[in-house]
Structure formats: structure tokens, C-alpha cells
């Protein structure tokens, strides 16, 4: 089991920046590839960003090409996710998620998922 603790959303001005964090408990990290999620109210869940194990591949969806980065720390086994240049759509709840197969990952099946924290990006 992986317990996954997502933190560091907020209210922020369009044009701000936040950083989500993603710390697991349970088991390592690098043996799983990682995402982050967001759902925003009467949407679906959307595919944010997500890292394989290796850290040698990633996904972005296109709203956030150029604008998020995600980043893994096996050492401290937290996964982060850089937000730069918010926008108002970009406000949803968020969710880290661990799965063992990548493109699984990316399809949203991944085997454990955190609590979400609210992004807000509003003047």
C-alpha cells in the first residue's frame, strides 16, 4: 500500500505561481510512476502531468505545456509539481496519483490516489 498526501494548493493571482507536493508513505517511491490530477467543479477528471519511474519521461497535457513541471525526489519520496503563470481555468481540486505501469498513469488508472488540495487562481 501507498498512502499519498497531497499539499501546497491555495488562492493565487492569475499569473502566480504555486507548488504541489505529493509525499508517499508505505512504499518507495522510484518503484512507481506518478501523476497529478485535477477535477475541476462540473468537469471531469483531467490528466494534469505525469513522470515515469525513471523520470526519464513525462506527459503534460497541452493547457499546461510551458507553464508546469513536475519533479520527483526518490530520495525524500515526494513528487512535486511546479505551477507557474496560473491561470482562472487552472482552478480545480488536484490529486497525486502512484501506478506501477506509465501509461496507465496517463490514462487516470493509477493504483493509489491522495486527498486533493484546492487550486484557486483568482484576482
Known amino acids: 500500500q501507498v498512502q499519498l498526501v497531497a499539499s501546497g494548493g491555495g488562492l493565487v493571482q492569475p499569473g502566480g505561481s504555486l507548488r504541489l507536493s505529493c509525499a508517499a508513505s508505505g512504499r518507495t517511491l522510484s518503484n512507481y510512476a506518478m501523476g497529478w490530477f485535477r477535477q475541476a467543479p462540473g468537469k471531469e477528471r483531467e490528466s494534469v502531468v505525469v513522470?515515469?519511474?525513471?523520470?526519464?519521461?513525462?506527459y503534460y497535457t497541452d493547457s499546461v505545456k510551458g507553464r508546469f513541471s513536475i519533479s520527483r525526489d526518490n530520495a525524500k519520496n515526494t513528487v512535486y509539481l511546479q505551477m507557474n503563470s496560473l491561470k482562472p481555468e487552472d482552478t480545480a481540486v488536484y490529486y497525486c496519483a502512484a501506478g506501477q505501469i506509465y501509461s496507465q498513469v496517463v490514462a487516470g488508472r493509477a493504483d493509489y490516489w491522495g486527498q486533493g488540495t484546492q487550486v484557486t487562481v483568482s484576482s
Open positions: 513522470i515515469s519511474r525513471s523520470g526519464l519521461t513525462t
